[in-house]
Each structure stands twice: as structure tokens, then as C-alpha cells.
């Protein structure tokens, strides 16, 4: 195999060609947020990686120093509000970007539920939870998002509390499973967790986000929604050949994009104060890469993490489209950074085509 580490000026689209050449997701995403400049190393053996892999952290860390401004210019905090009274579920809160948007958001006064798959992980995390954030409020409710009658339990037993809902914070995700693996349903796993599972779970709460409103909806999806290569008619991969676990993480982030559009029209359409968006965290330093093997997994081990922001920096998005008063202006719109972004691949027919595929998976229709 041969390793090539390419380092590239963030307002050149050839970042998209690093990360197929180095097939690393976290270096490319560090290198293009923060302007790195042009310069190639390559190896042939993995002995080599060794001399390859600090030449570029030598150049990344003095382009670092030169970016400070830039790197100082993105999101640092989310100015608090009042959310005394308010509720909001956060899939995936157990851990990682998930776990710091709802302690910021408990902190603020809501009452949290931690919607996530591991019980004795997710209660250790919603004591760690209580005890950061001065907040009793916050609570653990069971999801599996690869199985649709765990989407359904978990829909009851929320309904069964009689509480209002005013945040959705659809977090949880899988990234880059390098064999196809299927859900409890039979749906390739990325698209199943990443867009189907929240899919189902939105549908069954939206009665509750508009019986709220104004209540809010957030997609954390990402730039990685640029590797998109979406077929309709074969979005599980179930045709010879066609998977592949960057394009399939690259659908399901897309499918966030196009999701949280087509909620916004809809909402738009029956002018119910109900918003949604959607949104790339930054590349950050989370077990999300856990699934990754060989030089990417190499990569993401060893030198990952002296690129990454942390968690902290990574929630600051989703907070801030949780919470803020300013995110309406951008109502159904794709964010980074605390502010719109540009996507690719999203328009409103393929949203709309999407959302009927999916109405028919999970069997809200019929
Ligand atoms: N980190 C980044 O650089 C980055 C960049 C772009 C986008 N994102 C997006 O950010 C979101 C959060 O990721 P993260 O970086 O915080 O990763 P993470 O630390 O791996 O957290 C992912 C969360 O999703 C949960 N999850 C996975 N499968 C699930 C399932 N079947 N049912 C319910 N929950 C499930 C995990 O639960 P367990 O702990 O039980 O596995 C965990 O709580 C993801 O949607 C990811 O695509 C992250």
C-alpha cells in the first residue's frame, strides 16, 4: 500500500482528492479548516509512514501558528439561555459531542433525556452528567437506532412521561463500518443508525414538537456529506459491489442534510414554529472513528488526535442551533462553525424523493 499525505490550501477542492488518496477523514478535515498549504509526501512501506507522517505534522503545526487567526475567528462559545421548563432528547449523549451538548444544554435549566443504546454506559454517563452540570434533571432513556421496535419502545415510553418536547437533537452516528452490516430491520447499518433510525424517531415526536412549539430540530451530520454518492434505488447496498463504507457514511450524512430540509418546508408549509437544521461539528477528537482499520485506522490512532478540536469545540453547532435566538435566521439551512454552510448533492427533489423512500422503510406509510 501506498501512503500519501497531501496538504492542501482549504479553498481548493483537491482536499477531496486528499482524502481519497489518504483516505484519513480526520486529517483531511483538520488540514482543510484550517488552510493548510500545498506539499506531498508519499510512502511505500509502513516503515516509512514513520518519516512521512511528521513531515507533514511539522508543516500542519507551522501552518497552524499562521492560522491562528482564522482557527481564533471560529466558534468558541455559545452565549446561554434560559431553558428552565424546556425538554430536550439527545440521541447519542452517552458519549463524545453528543455527551457535551447535553451537559450544556442541562446546564442551562432543561430537563435532559439521554436517548442511547448502552445501559451501563449511558447511566454512567448521565451521573457524570448530573454531577458537571449542577442539573438533576437529566435522565436516560433507551434507544437502539439500528432497530425500529427499540425507535418504537422508546417513543412510548417518552410519550408514556407526559412531557413536552422542545429539542431534538438527532447526534448519534457510526462512521465508516468497513464491512456492510445490517440493522435489526435488514438496512445497511450507516444508513440505518445515521438516517433511518432518527428518521423513525422524528416522525413519532413530531406531534410533540409542534404540540411545544416553538421547539427545534437538529441533524448533526457533516462535511463528509460531500462524499455522497446516493442511488435511491439501492440505498441499502444490496447489489454486488456496492458498498463502500465512506460513500454509505457519506449518503447517511447527506440524508441529515436532506432531511432536516424537507422537515423545514413541511414546517414552513403548515406554519407551525417548529425548525430544523443540520450541521458539520468540525472534525473532532471522539471515539467516532472506533469503526476504522488499516492506515486509516493507523492514522487515526497516532496522529489523529494532535489534529482534532475537542468535543467542547465540536458541540458548540448543535448548541447553538438548540438554543440560540440567531439560528432562525437559518431555519432548515446546512451549518458550520455556528453559521450557514455550503453542501453539495442537496436540493429539494432529492430531499423529497428521500423522505418517501424513507416513509416506506420504516413503514410510516402503509
Ligand atoms: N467526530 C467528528 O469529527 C465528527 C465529524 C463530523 C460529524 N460527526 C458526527 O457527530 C455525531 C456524533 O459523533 P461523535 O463524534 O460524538 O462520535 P462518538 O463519540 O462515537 O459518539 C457516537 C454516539 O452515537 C451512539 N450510537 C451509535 N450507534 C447507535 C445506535 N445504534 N443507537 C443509538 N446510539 C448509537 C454511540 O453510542 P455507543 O457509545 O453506545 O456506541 C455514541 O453515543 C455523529 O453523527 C457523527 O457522524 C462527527
Not at 496538504?7 to 483537491?14: G, I, K, L, P, Q
Given at each position: 500500500m501506498i501512503l500519501q499525505i497531501r496538504v492542501?490550501?482549504?479553498?481548493?477542492?483537491s482536499g477531496l482528492k486528499t482524502f481519497a488518496t489518504c483516505r484519513c477523514s480526520y486529517l483531511e478535515g483538520w488540514l482543510r479548516e484550517n488552510r493548510v498549504s500545498s506539499q506531498w509526501w508519499t510512502s511505500s512501506t509502513p516503515e516509512k509512514y514513520n518519516t512521512c507522517i511528521p513531515n507533514a505534522?511539522?508543516?500542519?503545526?507551522?501552518?497552524?501558528?499562521?492560522?491562528q487567526k482564522h482557527i481564533m475567528g471560529a466558534a468558541q462559545?455559545?452565549?446561554?439561555?434560559?431553558?428552565k421548563g424546556k425538554v430536550a432528547i439527545i440521541t447519542g449523549a452517552n458519549t463524545g459531542i453528543g455527551l457535551i451538548t447535553a451537559k450544556e444544554i442541562a446546564k442551562m435549566g432543561a430537563h435532559v433525556i439521554v436517548a442511547s443504546r448502552d445501559p451501563e454506559r449511558s447511566l454512567a454517563?448521565?451521573?457524570?452528567?448530573?454531577?458537571?452540570?449542577?442539573?438533576?434533571?437529566?435522565?436516560?432513556?433507551?434507544?437502539?437506532?439500528?432497530s425500529f421496535a427499540s425507535v418504537r419502545d422508546f417513543a412510548k415510553a417518552f410519550h408514556e412521561k407526559n412531557l413536552p418536547l422542545h429539542i431534538l437533537v438527532n447526534n448519534a452516528g457510526v462512521m465508516a463500518l468497513p464491512q456492510r452490516q445490517t440493522t435489526k430491520d435488514g438496512l445497511e447499518m450507516q444508513m440505518g443508525i445515521n438516517h433511518f433510525g432518527h428518521f423513525l424517531l422524528t416522525n413519532l415526536l413530531l406531534d410533540?414538537?409542534?404540540?411545544?412549539?416553538?421547539?427545534?430540530?437538529?441533524?448533526?451530520?457533516?462535511?463528509?456529506?460531500?462524499?455522497?454518492?446516493?442511488?435511491?434505488?439501492?440505498?441499502?447496498?444490496?447489489?454486488?459491489?456496492?458498498?463502500?463504507?465512506?460513500?454509505?457514511?457519506?449518503?447517511?450524512?447527506?440524508?441529515?442534510?436532506?432531511f432536516a430540509m424537507q422537515l423545514q418546508k413541511q414546517f414552513d408549509q403548515e406554519k407551525v414554529d417548529v425548525s430544523a437544521w443540520s450541521l458539520h461539528p468540525g472534525t473532532i477528537r471522539t471515539e467516532?472513528?472506533?469503526?476504522?482499520?488499516?492506515?486509516?485506522?493507523?492514522l487515526n490512532r497516532t496522529i489523529g488526535p494532535l489534529f482534532l478540536k475537542t468535543p467542547e469545540q465540536g458541540?458548540?453547532?448543535?448548541?447553538?442551533?438548540?438554543?440560540?435566538?440567531?439560528?432562525?435566521?437559518?431555519?432548515g439551512k446546512y451549518m458550520s462553525n455556528c453559521r450557514e454552510a455550503g453542501t453539495w448533492h442537496a436540493n429539494e427533489e432529492l430531499a423529497e424523493k428521500l423522505w418517501k423512500l424513507s416513509e416506506d422503510i420504516t413503514g410510516l406509510k402503509g
Amino acid at each position: 500500500m501506498i501512503l500519501q499525505i497531501r496538504v492542501v490550501a482549504r479553498h481548493d477542492t483537491s482536499g477531496l482528492k486528499t482524502f481519497a488518496t489518504c483516505r484519513c477523514s480526520y486529517l483531511e478535515g483538520w488540514l482543510r479548516e484550517n488552510r493548510v498549504s500545498s506539499q506531498w509526501w508519499t510512502s511505500s512501506t509502513p516503515e516509512k509512514y514513520n518519516t512521512c507522517i511528521p513531515n507533514a505534522m511539522t508543516l500542519s503545526r507551522r501552518q497552524n501558528n499562521r492560522n491562528q487567526k482564522h482557527i481564533m475567528g471560529a466558534a468558541q462559545s455559545v452565549e446561554p439561555v434560559d431553558l428552565k421548563g424546556k425538554v430536550a432528547i439527545i440521541t447519542g449523549a452517552n458519549t463524545g459531542i453528543g455527551l457535551i451538548t447535553a451537559k450544556e444544554i442541562a446546564k442551562m435549566g432543561a430537563h435532559v433525556i439521554v436517548a442511547s443504546r448502552d445501559p451501563e454506559r449511558s447511566l454512567a454517563a448521565v451521573e457524570k452528567l448530573k454531577e458537571e452540570s449542577g442539573s438533576q434533571q437529566i435522565e436516560f432513556l433507551q434507544l437502539d437506532l439500528a432497530s425500529f421496535a427499540s425507535v418504537r419502545d422508546f417513543a412510548k415510553a417518552f410519550h408514556e412521561k407526559n412531557l413536552p418536547l422542545h429539542i431534538l437533537v438527532n447526534n448519534a452516528g457510526v462512521m465508516a463500518l468497513p464491512q456492510r452490516q445490517t440493522t435489526k430491520d435488514g438496512l445497511e447499518m450507516q444508513m440505518g443508525i445515521n438516517h433511518f433510525g432518527h428518521f423513525l424517531l422524528t416522525n413519532l415526536l413530531l406531534d410533540d414538537l409542534k404540540k411545544s412549539a416553538p421547539s427545534r430540530i437538529v441533524n448533526v451530520s457533516s462535511e463528509g456529506h460531500k462524499m455522497a454518492k446516493m442511488n435511491l434505488e439501492d440505498i441499502n447496498c444490496e447489489k454486488p459491489g456496492s458498498y463502500g463504507p465512506w460513500r454509505v457514511y457519506g449518503n447517511s450524512k447527506l440524508s441529515n442534510i436532506l432531511f432536516a430540509m424537507q422537515l423545514q418546508k413541511q414546517f414552513d408549509q403548515e406554519k407551525v414554529d417548529v425548525s430544523a437544521w443540520s450541521l458539520h461539528p468540525g472534525t473532532i477528537r471522539t471515539e467516532l472513528g472506533r469503526n476504522l482499520e488499516g492506515i486509516t485506522g493507523y492514522l487515526n490512532r497516532t496522529i489523529g488526535p494532535l489534529f482534532l478540536k475537542t468535543p467542547e469545540q465540536g458541540a458548540l453547532t448543535s448548541i447553538f442551533c438548540a438554543v440560540r435566538p440567531e439560528a432562525l435566521q437559518s431555519r432548515g439551512k446546512y451549518m458550520s462553525n455556528c453559521r450557514e454552510a455550503g453542501t453539495w448533492h442537496a436540493n429539494e427533489e432529492l430531499a423529497e424523493k428521500l423522505w418517501k423512500l424513507s416513509e416506506d422503510i420504516t413503514g410510516l406509510k402503509g
